[in-house]
Structure formats: structure tokens, C-alpha cells
């Protein structure tokens, strides 16, 4: 009787290559280490740049059969391997997002940002409830590898070790385990979610001098403890390092607005050295930098 032995890395390469749209890479080729770039740990066996779902679940099927194990890296996030024969799978490829207005969901792909969520959302006058975001990590698929409201879920696109393709709604027994990001029935490549109304948000932004830091500081965190649910504020140095900006979000009534700046000011005692603000959307928040998903999850 003939039997085949172990599956090599140079075997495993070409049977991947023939099987996907995307590309293959191997430690041995030149491209490795920037198609590996944003992983940490073990250096993985293979890195695989899928061009869509059909080609992650390929690569489980395949992986499986010959005893890997599979990663995928969230584009822009560090993804730690911890294990030998691992094949990496990279998703920046997958950065899609796909929204249905009148039914108010959005399906997101493993590869979109949350600023694409939100940007694409922006023109219905709709919008995502979020919250802060989280990652892969561990190599278990899981949930929290979106930033999302939980709550807000309707279905899971789930690939499985042996490459089927399975939608996960709220009357599968899987649902809530992935939605809680527990063990999972296989990776998780996209989820369909509903969206909400675009709430009224008015932000503000004001820059102080970096001599007058201590004041700031103080008088912002005996500020910032005291403000109601629908207020959100953070502070960092800013970009050239002389100054301290503080960002200020209030989602729903307007009327108290001017109250909540002029609390601000008083508790710091100095005055900016340049103020701007004004109403806006989750997704300028977002394209600012300020906490899309705080501000979001206030509403």
C-alpha cells in the first residue's frame, strides 16, 4: 500500500496557488516579509493575500486537511502568530463594505475599517452604534474583531476548518457564542448589522498652550467627571508638541451646548488659544480623529 507522506511547505504553496484568485507567499521569496508585515511571534509557513471569502474558505479546507492552522490579519492591526505551521491569511483585500438603505444594515467584510462603515452610511443620514474596537488576536475568529454595539447584529458570515461557508442568524445555536467572541465554529469573515438614524452630534476642539498645561489638566479632569451621558470629551498633545487640544462631543439637544463649553473654560481657567467646533457626523468625527466610537455609543 502506497501512502502519502506530510504535506511540505513548497507542496502546500502550489496547491494553494492553483486553488485561489489571491496570491501565495513563502518564507523563501523576496515579498515574504512585507506580505508578513503587522505580524509578530512565529514567523507563519505561509502568507496567503485573499482576494475575497471564496478564497479564505479555501484556504481553511486546505489547511486543515494538512494539519495547519490558520490566521487572519486584520488590515492595520499586529497580529501575533503563535504557533508553527501557520498560514497567514491577509484581508486588506477584503475591505468591503455593502449597505442596504431602505432595510438600514450594513454587511462588512473581515478587511473594512469601521471609518468605512461610517462613511458609507454617511450619505443616508445613517449611521452605526460602535464601541472600541478590538482584535483577532489569539487566532480563535471573534466578534469583538469588528468595533461594533453587539446588540446591534443580525448575522455572522462564518467559514468553517473545512470551508464551508455558513450564515449565523440570531436562531442559531452558534450566534450568541460568536457574539460574546467565545470559540466559534470557524473563522469569522464578515457580519451583517443594523444601522440607526444619524443622531444630532456637535463637536469642539480647543487647542491650549503647552505653558498653560497644569491648568488644563486639572481643571479637565474635575470637569470631565462630572458630565452627563451624552457628553464626551478626551485630550492628548497636540501634533507639534506645544499644545494640548481638548475634544469636546455633546450627541442629541443643542440648547445646552454653549453651557457645557463655557463649563469647560471656567474649570480650566485660561483661555484657548484657538477654538473650532459645530455640528457634524459619526464619519467627520471619525475622518478627525476624534472618538467616533464613544460619541457614537452616547447616542
Same mark, same amino acid.
Given at each position: 500500500?502506497?501512502?502519502?507522506?506530510?504535506?511540505?511547505?513548497?507542496?502546500?504553496?502550489?496547491?494553494?496557488?492553483?486553488?485561489?484568485?489571491?496570491?501565495?507567499?513563502?518564507?523563501?521569496?523576496?515579498?515574504?516579509?512585507?506580505?508578513?508585515?503587522?505580524?509578530?511571534?512565529?514567523?507563519?509557513?505561509?502568507?496567503?493575500?485573499?482576494?475575497?471569502?471564496?478564497?479564505?474558505?479555501?484556504?481553511?479546507?486546505?489547511?486543515?486537511?494538512?494539519?495547519?492552522?490558520?490566521?487572519?490579519?486584520?488590515?492595520?492591526?499586529?497580529?501575533?502568530?503563535?504557533?508553527?505551521?501557520?498560514?497567514?491569511?491577509?484581508?486588506?483585500?477584503?475591505?468591503?463594505?455593502?449597505?442596504?438603505?431602505?432595510?438600514? /444594515?450594513?454587511?462588512?467584510?473581515? #478587511?473594512?475599517?469601521? !471609518?468605512?462603515?461610517?462613511? %458609507? $452610511?454617511?450619505?443616508?443620514? &445613517? =449611521? @452605526?452604534?460602535?464601541?472600541?474596537?478590538?482584535?483577532?488576536?489569539?487566532?480563535?475568529?471573534?466578534?469583538?474583531?469588528?468595533?461594533?454595539?453587539?446588540?446591534?447584529?443580525?448575522?455572522?458570515?462564518?467559514?468553517?476548518?473545512?470551508?464551508?461557508?455558513?450564515?449565523?442568524?440570531?436562531?442559531?445555536?452558534?450566534?450568541?457564542?460568536?457574539?460574546?467572541?467565545?470559540?466559534?465554529?470557524?473563522?469569522?469573515?464578515?457580519?451583517?448589522?443594523?444601522?440607526?438614524?444619524?443622531?444630532?452630534?456637535?463637536?469642539?476642539?480647543?487647542?491650549?498652550?503647552?505653558?498653560?498645561?497644569?491648568?488644563?489638566?486639572?481643571?479637565?479632569?474635575?470637569?470631565?467627571?462630572?458630565?452627563?451621558?451624552?457628553?464626551?470629551?478626551?485630550?492628548?498633545?497636540?501634533?507639534?508638541?506645544? /499644545?494640548?487640544?481638548?475634544?469636546? #462631543?455633546?450627541?442629541? !439637544?443643542?440648547?445646552?451646548? %454653549? $453651557?457645557?463649553?463655557?463649563? &469647560? =473654560? @471656567?474649570?480650566?481657567?485660561?483661555?484657548?488659544?484657538?477654538?473650532?467646533?459645530?455640528?457634524?457626523?459619526?464619519?467627520?468625527?471619525?475622518?478627525?480623529?476624534?472618538?467616533?466610537?464613544?460619541?457614537?455609543?452616547?447616542?
Amino acid at each position: 500500500m502506497i501512502t502519502a507522506g506530510p504535506l511540505s511547505t513548497a507542496d502546500l504553496a502550489a496547491t494553494v496557488r492553483a486553488s485561489i484568485h489571491g496570491d501565495v507567499v513563502t518564507p523563501d521569496e523576496p515579498g515574504f516579509a512585507a506580505a508578513a508585515f503587522g505580524s509578530t511571534g512565529v514567523a507563519p509557513e505561509l502568507v496567503v493575500v485573499a482576494a475575497g471569502a471564496a478564497d479564505v474558505a479555501r484556504v481553511a479546507a486546505l489547511a486543515g486537511r494538512s494539519g495547519r492552522r490558520v490566521l487572519a490579519q486584520i488590515a492595520g492591526r499586529p497580529t501575533e502568530v503563535r504557533a508553527a505551521r501557520t498560514v497567514l491569511v491577509v484581508t486588506r483585500l477584503l475591505a468591503r463594505v455593502r449597505l442596504d438603505s431602505a432595510a438600514r /444594515t450594513a454587511t462588512i467584510c473581515i #478587511g473594512a475599517s469601521w !471609518r468605512q462603515v461610517l462613511d %458609507a $452610511a454617511e450619505p443616508f443620514g &445613517l =449611521t @452605526a452604534l460602535s464601541a472600541a474596537a478590538d482584535t483577532y488576536g489569539s487566532g480563535r475568529p471573534r466578534a469583538a474583531g469588528f468595533a461594533f454595539a453587539a446588540d446591534r447584529i443580525r448575522s455572522f458570515d462564518v467559514v468553517t476548518a473545512t470551508g464551508d461557508h455558513r450564515r449565523v442568524g440570531r436562531d442559531d445555536p452558534d450566534f450568541y457564542s460568536l457574539r460574546q467572541g467565545r470559540t466559534a465554529p470557524g473563522l469569522v469573515v464578515g457580519l451583517t448589522l443594523d444601522l440607526v438614524p444619524q443622531p444630532s452630534l456637535t463637536v469642539a476642539e480647543l487647542t491650549f498652550a503647552a505653558g498653560d498645561a497644569a491648568s488644563v489638566l486639572a481643571g479637565w479632569q474635575r470637569w470631565a467627571v462630572r458630565l452627563p451621558r451624552t457628553v464626551v470629551t478626551g485630550i492628548a498633545v497636540g501634533a507639534g508638541g506645544d /499644545t494640548l487640544v481638548v475634544r469636546v #462631543g455633546q450627541v442629541g !439637544r443643542t440648547d445646552r451646548w %454653549a $453651557a457645557v463649553l463655557a463649563s &469647560l =473654560t @471656567a474649570a480650566i481657567g485660561v483661555a484657548p488659544v484657538r477654538a473650532t467646533g459645530g455640528p457634524a457626523t459619526t464619519a467627520q468625527v471619525a475622518r478627525g480623529g476624534a472618538t467616533a466610537d464613544r460619541l457614537a455609543l452616547a447616542a
